[in-house]
């Protein structure tokens, strides 16, 4: 069973940084690919980032290419998305998901979503 809390969110500065943690208190963390979606107001919910399970492959959104960097800690059931050089139209709400296939995530139709955290980017 996969079982997702993330956290990490808050209010942030244009150009400033955040890193977004996602813990799995399940006991599949090694078998699954790992990512992260966001939801903006009145936008559908859209692919970010995400981490095969051993955490050799890594697939970004072309808009947050060379700022975010997706990454797992396997002893601590954490995937991580360091966030830097924040842009307004970066605030949304964050989404950590899993799925067991690297390819399929980016589909978004998986079963397995945390609640969300927000993350709010002020000009």
């Known amino acids: 069973q996969v079982q997702l809390v993330e956290s990490g969110g808050g209010l942030v500065q244009t150009g400033g940084s955040l890193r977004l943690s996602c813990v799995d208190s399940g006991r599949t963390f090694s078998f699954y690919a790992m990512g992260w979606f966001r939801q903006a107001p009145g936008k559908e919910r859209e692919f970010v980032a995400a981490t095969s399970w051993s955490g050799g492959s890594t697939r970004y959104a072309d808009s947050v290419k060379g700022r975010f960097t997706i990454s797992r800690d396997s002893a601590k059931n954490t995937v991580y998305l360091q966030m830097n050089s924040l842009k307004p139209e970066d605030t949304a709400v964050y989404y950590c998901?899993?799925?067991?296939?690297?390819?399929?995530?980016?589909?978004?139709?998986?079963?397995?979503w945390g609640q969300g955290t927000q993350v709010t980017v002020s000009s």
């Open positions: 998901t899993a799925e067991s296939s690297l390819r399929e995530l980016e589909f978004g139709r998986q079963d397995y």
